[in-house]
């Protein structure tokens, strides 16, 4: 999955968990970009009383360089706090909740933002108020509306949200770590040959799962830096976006009921910049280090980039279907593409009208050229797929990511860099089978962007158990 319970310290805090980060230039004013930061992944819509929310105690920011040096020129900070308003009641609400200040709503949860550029703190917005979990056609019977409500425009040009909305992040969770079997190709598998006579259907298995959303829509001016012009291939153009989440150094346990005190400075617990980066090539052991360090330390990985560890297993795990990837494995040559689409940006000259490149820092960033518009019909296969505005140019909702990533492993991006190498056949192809098509609630056409969360009344669905 992209993010979700990637670590093992950060599987044990959902909401300090960075599941999902999106960039892109808005396809709804293409004068700005949106960037969404997911947390608080895998939820069940109708896990009440207590619905999900942010960490009252948790820091969240959304970093953005746009200079190359891995390290934030422009930062918003989130952060939040929750009001009980009927303390002898254990219900989340006690009838309809209307609007986002219904007396119905028993749990209700604010945020203040602040923006953080040139050593300076400005408060953009203080007490905004969140939306309600969708919790059923009774309590939150005009769910879009609330939304709609919680939608500020502010006085500096962002677009802000926070709240529950739809995962739309597909996967097929329960067959890629079986052993990484791919459903559509399951029956070459080493040991499926045993068991899957054909290829198999692929289960999307974050559907009807909710997320929480940190959604900002940003005038390109407040993210890039000044210069004369920001064409395709000036490097004014991109910014590296990555998103993080900390808590404080201590935390003390109240005694006999007393609330607990979280003291010192704040530490960093979970980043999250490409998708699948800390998930697939990250070693198990180094997790939750690389979950506390800074982009500007991921030199320290870059080993693993350039031979990672499931470009070896796919051979092995079907056999005679990767020959050329299983000889360019054993050469033992590094990665240099994989070098180049996670952690420096793509440079001018590989790609015909193309560069995100950020310069020499190796650095995970989501890395964005703000100059190429969006695309009028969007490829999921973003770059692959001959669409300039997708992934790896930065991530929009609707990117196949898992197939993106699973092709580039697979040795259909070695040709950028090396273009005697041959990709094998079954490269252009692997894919888990999903497709943004096998996300139930509709992405919508405008910000937030992410579908309405599914209601717990609904979901699951009653013949899912069928």
């Given at each position: 999955m992209?993010?979700?319970?990637e670590?093992?310290?950060i599987?044990?805090?959902?909401?300090?968990?960075?599941?999902?980060?999106?960039?892109?230039?808005?396809?709804d004013?293409?004068?700005?970009v949106?960037?969404?930061a997911?947390y608080?992944p895998?939820?069940?819509?109708?896990?009440g009383?207590?619905?999900?929310e942010?960490?009252?105690?948790v820091r969240?920011?959304?970093?953005?360089?746009n200079d190359?040096?891995g390290?934030?020129?422009?930062?918003y900070?989130?952060?939040f706090?929750?009001e009980i308003?009927?303390?002898?009641?254990?219900?989340?609400?006690t009838g309809?909740?209307?609007?986002l200040d219904?007396?119905n709503?028993?749990?209700r949860?604010?945020?203040s933002?602040t923006r953080?550029?040139?050593?300076r703190?400005?408060r953009?917005a203080?007490?905004?108020p969140?939306?309600?979990?969708?919790?059923?056609?009774?309590?939150?019977p005009?769910?879009?509306?609330l939304?709609?409500?919680?939608?500020?425009t502010?006085?500096t040009?962002?677009?802000?949200?926070?709240?529950?909305?739809?995962?739309?992040?597909f996967v097929?969770?329960?067959a890629?770590?079986?052993?990484?079997t791919?459903?559509?190709?399951q029956q070459l598998?080493?040991a499926?040959?045993?068991?899957?006579?054909?290829e198999g259907?692929?289960v999307?298995?974050?559907?009807r799962?909710?997320?929480h959303?940190?959604?900002l829509?940003i005038?390109c001016t407040?993210?890039?830096?000044?210069?004369?012009?920001?064409?395709?291939?000036d490097?004014?153009?991109v910014?590296g976006?990555?998103t993080?989440?900390?808590?404080?150094?201590?935390r003390?346990?109240?005694?006999?009921?007393?609330?607990?005190?979280?003291a010192?400075p704040f530490t960093?617990?979970?980043?999250l910049?490409n998708?699948?980066f800390?998930e697939?090539?990250v070693?198990?052991?180094?997790?939750d280090?690389?979950?506390s360090?800074?982009?500007?330390?991921?030199?320290?990985?870059?080993?693993?980039?350039?031979?990672?560890?499931?470009?070896a297993?796919?051979?092995?795990l079907?056999?005679?279907v990767f020959?050329?990837?299983d000889?360019?494995?054993?050469?033992k040559?590094?990665?240099?593409?994989?070098?180049?689409i996670l952690?420096?940006?793509?440079?001018?000259?590989?790609?015909?009208?193309?560069?995100?490149n950020?310069?020499?820092?190796?650095?995970d960033m989501l890395r964005l050229?703000t100059?190429i518009?969006?695309?009028r019909k969007?490829?999921?296969?973003g770059?692959?797929?001959?669409d300039?505005?997708?992934?790896?140019?930065?991530?929009?909702?609707?990117d196949?990511?898992v197939s993106?990533?699973?092709?580039?492993i697979a040795?259909?991006t070695?040709p950028?860099?090396?273009?005697a190498?041959?990709p094998d056949?079954?490269a252009?192809?692997?894919t888990?089978g999903?497709?943004?098509?096998?996300?139930?609630a509709?992405f919508?056409?405008n910000f937030?962007?992410l579908?309405t969360?599914?209601?717990?009344?609904n979901n699951?669905?009653?013949?899912s158990?069928?």
């Amino acid at each position: 999955m992209s993010s979700h319970r990637e670590a093992p310290e950060i599987a044990k805090d959902p909401v300090a968990d960075s599941s999902d980060l999106y960039a892109f230039v808005s396809p709804d004013r293409p004068d700005s970009v949106t960037v969404i930061a997911n947390y608080v992944p895998l939820q069940l819509p109708s896990g009440g009383p207590n619905f999900f929310e942010f960490g009252d105690d948790v820091r969240y920011e959304i970093n953005i360089d746009n200079d190359g040096d891995g390290q934030a020129d422009v930062t918003y900070r989130f952060e939040f706090t929750t009001e009980i308003t009927n303390p002898n009641s254990f219900l989340y609400n006690t009838g309809p909740i209307d609007s986002l200040d219904s007396p119905n709503w028993n749990r209700r949860q604010f945020y203040s933002l602040t923006r953080i550029a040139d050593g300076r703190e400005h408060r953009l917005a203080h007490k905004l108020p969140c939306p309600p979990c969708n919790v059923g056609p009774l309590s939150t019977p005009k769910y879009a509306e609330l939304a709609r409500q919680a939608t500020y425009t502010l006085s500096t040009g962002e677009r802000v949200f926070a709240g529950q909305r739809a995962d739309g992040f597909f996967v097929d969770l329960g067959a890629i770590f079986d052993l990484g079997t791919l459903r559509p190709f399951q029956q070459l598998h080493v040991a499926g040959k045993k068991i899957f006579k054909a290829e198999g259907d692929p289960v999307n298995a974050t559907d009807r799962m909710n997320v929480h959303s940190i959604a900002l829509q940003i005038p390109c001016t407040k993210v890039r830096r000044r210069a004369n012009r920001y064409g395709v291939t000036d490097r004014a153009s991109v910014i590296g976006v990555w998103t993080a989440a900390s808590r404080r150094q201590v935390r003390v346990l109240g005694d006999r009921g007393a609330a607990d005190t979280p003291a010192g400075p704040f530490t960093q617990v979970s980043r999250l910049g490409n998708p699948l980066f800390n998930e697939v090539i990250v070693p198990m052991a180094q997790k939750d280090v690389w979950n506390s360090l800074p982009p500007t330390e991921d030199k320290r990985f870059a080993k693993f980039v350039e031979r990672p560890e499931l470009a070896a297993l796919l051979p092995a795990l079907y056999p005679d279907v990767f020959p050329n990837l299983d000889r360019l494995n054993k050469a033992k040559k590094a990665r240099a593409d994989l070098v180049a689409i996670l952690l420096t940006g793509i440079p001018e000259g590989l790609i015909d009208g193309f560069t995100n490149n950020t310069g020499e820092i190796q650095a995970d960033m989501l890395r964005l050229n703000t100059a190429i518009p969006p695309s009028r019909k969007p490829d999921r296969f973003g770059v692959l797929g001959g669409d300039l505005a997708g992934f790896p140019n930065g991530r929009r909702v609707t990117d196949d990511v898992v197939s993106i990533s699973l092709r580039a492993i697979a040795g259909l991006t070695v040709p950028l860099v090396d273009r005697a190498f041959q990709p094998d056949a079954a490269a252009a192809a692997v894919t888990p089978g999903l497709s943004a098509a096998d996300v139930t609630a509709p992405f919508l056409g405008n910000f937030p962007y992410l579908g309405t969360p599914y209601d717990g009344f609904n979901n699951p669905p009653a013949d899912s158990a069928a």
